[in-house]
């Protein structure tokens, strides 16, 4: 009798594990249905972002797919950074170790940010690095639209 009660705690954490697991799976099964809409896409525990274009669209995953999804315009953006420890950080050398690591993109008009959260500073510098340069080309695109025009 006794040892049915001691290991009753471990079966019920196995049972718990087991739950989560199932969870986590149907997240990214949600996941890889709502990325077939995107270019490049991430996912992590923390968010869900795709790039589609000009387009970045992001949202928190769930097992019945993404909530709180929001889309802004590459165009609109004048900055991206790394933020690790809500510190501004150089995506070609990013420290080893931190907390918060978040993208942040920075707007022209209203100098307001967005901030997507990520799990590694690996994927985040390699994101942010990605966008900077896509920023880049946009920015030198338009510029030579804008010469030729005048």
């Given at each position: 009798m006794e040892r049915g009660l001691l290991w009753l705690p471990l079966l019920v954490g196995f049972f718990w594990l087991a739950w989560q697991?199932?969870?986590?799976y149907q997240k990214v099964e949600a996941y890889k249905i709502w990325?077939?809409?995107f270019?490049?896409?991430k996912y992590d525990i923390y968010a869900v972002m795709g790039q589609k274009g000009n387009e970045i669209t992001w949202g928190k995953p769930t097992t019945k797919g993404t909530i709180d999804e929001s889309t802004?315009?590459?165009?609109?953006?004048?900055k991206i950074q790394l933020l690790v420890n809500n510190k501004s950080v150089e995506t070609e050398n990013p420290p080893p170790k931190g907390r918060n690591i978040e993208l942040e993109f920075i707007f022209f008009?209203?100098?307001?940010s967005v901030k997507v959260p990520f799990t590694e500073i690996p994927l985040a510098a390699k994101w942010g690095k990605f966008l900077q340069e896509f920023l880049q080309s946009l920015n030198s695109q338009t510029e030579k639209v804008d010469n030729n025009e005048n």
């Open positions: 697991g199932s969870r986590e990325a077939e809409n270019e490049r896409a802004f315009s590459l165009l609109n953006v004048e008009e209203t100098g307001k």
